[in-house]
């Protein structure tokens, strides 16, 4: 399958933005995706962006993509203690298939 | 709101046991999945579905089995449970007319097999 990866954990202060990072490796995706996982509970779709834009933005979330570098990130800005969970990028190939990323452990400290 | 289900919640259950995981949505999505969840967070894909009476084996091997009878209802059997199925198992969802194909989760079955 797709190699899609993130970066184990992240830290970061009430108040301060985060950033989550994910590379992908195949050119050909069609939809970008971030899924957000929190204790006990599935996956929720949290936004998505289409594989010819660069930049989306959702309220606090802001997408960036880098097609060149096949580098994907996920903003959030004003990080709340309710965003501490785990977050999955994951990639679409037409529809057809569906690869998620490693999930990175978001944890928001007081 | 996506209306995806999954019974049990929690499940802790002897070796050799069957166990029927259920899965159903009321979304009327063609295409349902299976993920197994390590500990350390990845999501393996073991089970899809494109339709009714359709169902393939993904990424990651497993013992489990699945049917698919009715659009609604994909449901994972264990005939015999061991320790080493000891894990989250979520099921998820999509439809192939979408525009953004993008997957609908349940809450997921967490299983302990002692």
């Known amino acids: 399958g797709e190699d899609v990866e993130q970066s184990l954990f992240l830290s970061v202060r009430e108040g301060d933005s985060s950033v989550i990072n994910c590379t992908y490796t195949?050119?050909?995706?069609?939809?970008l995706y971030w899924y957000k996982q929190e204790p006990g509970a599935g996956l929720q779709l949290l936004t998505y962006?289409?594989?010819?834009?660069d930049m989306k933005q959702d309220q606090r979330l802001t997408v960036l993509l880098n097609k060149k570098d096949k580098h994907l990130s996920l903003r959030i800005a004003d990080t709340q203690t309710g965003d501490s969970a785990i977050y999955f990028c994951a990639e679409s190939i037409e529809g057809y298939q569906f690869y998620f990323g490693t999930g990175t452990s978001l944890t928001v400290i007081p | 709101e996506a209306d995806i289900y999954q019974t049990p919640r929690y499940l802790v259950i002897g070796t050799g046991k069957k166990i029927t995981l259920e899965c159903s949505q009321t979304?009327?999505?063609?295409?349902m999945y299976w993920y197994q969840q390590d500990p350390g967070m990845e999501l393996h894909l073991i089970h899809y579905s494109y339709g009714v009476n359709s169902t393939e084996k993904g990424d990651l091997s497993s013992e489990s089995t699945v049917s698919r009878i009715r659009t609604e209802h994909f449901p994972l059997t264990l005939e015999s449970a061991r320790p080493s199925h000891t894990s989250q198992y979520l099921c998820a969802s999509s439809e192939s007319a979408s525009l953004t194909y993008e997957q609908y989760f349940g809450p997921g079955t967490r299983l302990t097999v002692t």
């Open positions: 195949d050119s050909s995706s069609t939809y």
């Open positions: 962006i289409f594989s010819n834009m």
């Open positions: 979304m009327g999505h063609d295409k």
